[in-house]
């Protein structure tokens, strides 16, 4: 959010990202944030982190959707392994 003269511009992703998050915190934990006075609030923050799928999180998403049987098979293995 940033203003230009008279007009405030807005970008309306980032808006109703933290609005939702806001709305969520606060209806279905009872956690008060505000997400536009505090950017960077933990609740803020560790639902970005949940949320964003990217890199190894993306190919093992796409692994268990394809391949959901062998990527249990794989799980069970590797948890005896270690």
Do not use: C
């Amino acid at each position: 959010m940033s203003v230009d003269g008279d007009v405030l511009v807005l970008e309306l992703k980032e808006f109703y990202t933290r609005y939702t998050n806001d709305v969520i915190a606060t209806a279905a934990f009872g956690i008060g944030v505000d997400s536009f006075r505090q950017p960077t609030n933990e609740f803020y923050m560790m639902g970005q982190d949940v949320t964003f799928i990217g890199g190894l999180r993306a190919f093992k998403w796409l692994a268990y959707v394809s391949m959901p049987k062998l990527m249990q098979v794989s799980a069970v293995v590797r948890n005896h392994l270690h």
